[in-house]
């Protein structure tokens, strides 16, 4: 299984630190990284990983063999590294954070320099540099130093934010809002943000950067009991989960039940609609009452290969306003930035609940239709991917076939959607219904083929 510990994807390199990521392949892609974007100013950050350090150091050293010119910014949000990369116009930008996935991995995620994953053509072109190893090699009069930036990637961020709600409107209701940071980049810009400014009396967890992560690092309904807890025993009009880069959002309402991934993205999707016209852009896995909401508006919705660059390129070319991965908490709002962004979420949340007046619960209850979904996920061996989706649509030929992400079954009252995974050796599987009895029954059906 060597090959599937390191995997290259749509978002740039991961694998488990080691054996398989190690410094000096990190240094490798700097290399290239630096050679393909030239010469100039590469912003890099990072999470808070026990290797998160040792890999910064060999990436700096990387991008510093080429002649790249390295601002660090140290522990930042993914989204606030990507927003200071396009608005500095720097040559490009790296964040050594493996996101959502357990704490023994870590990754270079790549931003070109709008603060955008690299899109197909240029992502090839960076892997032909690395294979070939044909890195620029920078002379001592060409090689740079490292200049600081840790407070300006920040303020950028929030002031970007805050632009598109009432933010003295919230600071007027002083929400009482409890966090879970998982001790990720996010601990220091979320505590800020929320109280200093959204003015919310602010109850949190796991918002030191200097301790390991508490729980497991993706912000599930499965990982977030001490979010939970924290609700009801403070009595918080809101709870709010991170990932480690806090690109994704997870979202407990006031009587301690964390909602849907989707139906988080659904709420914002709807707050967005209300007030900018334009269409939207998710995920092929995502939930159907995104289709149901744009509905309502009279949008239409287009639809992706998982993966945030996928679903950014298609919000470009579709001029979306509103767009993101339901199914892992991940709201893309191209106001502020073309990227995944928690930060987002919450402004809109809270201004949603302050404008209606409403409460979590009854938002979700009042504005979302109903859908059962679950998920689930199966390793497979080399060969055997094929094969098992073959075997799949000759079980069900009666539903309508969509092969650009693995292969999603559209039925009139249900879907399936199975794929390969973009960054673990595993199958994933997704179903959705209007019904708990035949999401049950389409789950079982295909997990048993599986």
């Known amino acids: 299984m060597r090959e599937h510990r390191l995997k290259i994807g749509v978002s740039g390199i991961r694998g488990v630190v080691g054996e398989f990521l190690t410094p000096a392949l990190a240094a490798s892609f700097a290399r290239a990284f630096g050679t393909f974007v030239g010469t100039g100013r590469v912003v890099l950050g990072r999470d808070t990983r026990m290797s998160g350090e040792m890999l910064q150091h060999a990436v700096s050293c990387g991008l510093l063999a080429t002649g790249c010119d390295v601002v660090d910014v140290g522990i930042q949000p993914t989204p606030t590294i990507q927003i200071y990369v396009g608005a500095t116009r720097a040559r490009g930008g790296i964040s050594v954070t493996a996101s959502h996935n357990p704490a023994e991995y870590n990754a270079l995620k790549l931003f070109n320099h709008e603060g955008l994953f690299f899109n197909h053509y240029e992502r090839r072109e960076l892997l032909d540099i690395y294979y070939e190893s044909e890195f620029r090699t920078a002379t001592n009069a060409e090689i740079r130093r490292i ?84 609700v009801l025993r403070e009595r918080a009009n809101i709870g709010f989960g991170q990932d480690p880069d806090g690109d994704r959002l997870a979202v407990c309402d ?134 098992a989706m073959q075997a799949l649509e000759e079980s069900f030929p009666d539903a309508q076939m969509d092969r650009t992400d693995g292969l999603k079954l559209l039925f009139e009252d249900a879907w399936i959607h199975v794929r390969a995974s973009n960054t673990e050796p595993i199958m994933r599987l997704a179903v959705e219904a209007k019904s708990a009895e035949r999401a049950a029954a389409l789950r079982d059906q295909v997990s048993g083929m599986l």
């Open 147 to 230: 200049a600081r930036d840790h407070e300006t990637p920040m303020r950028m961020h929030t002031e970007r934010v805050l632009r598109h709600v009432d933010a003295a409107r919230i600071k007027a209701r002083k929400f009482r809002v409890a966090l879970d940071g998982v001790n990720g980049a996010g601990s220091e810009l979320s505590c800020r943000f929320l109280q200093q400014d959204l003015g919310c009396t602010l109850h949190a967890i796991s918002v030191d950067p200097t301790k390991p992560f508490p729980r497991e690092a993706e912000p599930r309904p499965d990982t977030l009991g001490d979010l939970r807890e924290l």
């Open 254 to 387: 006031e009587t301690g039940r964390v909602l849907d991934n989707d139906d988080v993205l659904a709420l914002v999707v709807d707050a967005v609609l209300t007030s900018m016209p334009g269409d939207v852009v998710v995920n092929l896995t995502t939930s159907s009452v995104i289709d149901d909401i744009a509905l309502r508006h009279g949008r239409r919705v287009y639809r992706t290969p998982v993966g945030e660059a996928n679903v950014v390129e298609m919000m470009q070319a579709a001029k979306a306003v509103i767009g993101g991965e339901g199914s892992n908490g991940g709201i893309i709002f191209p106001s502020v930035q073309y990227c995944r962004d928690s930060y987002t979420g919450m402004a809109f949340l809270l201004d949603l609940m302050e404008r209606t007046g409403k409460t979590v619960s009854q938002l979700a209850e009042e504005r979302l239709p109903k859908y059962t979904r679950l998920s689930g996920k199966v390793a497979f061996e080399h060969g055997r991917l094929g094969p």
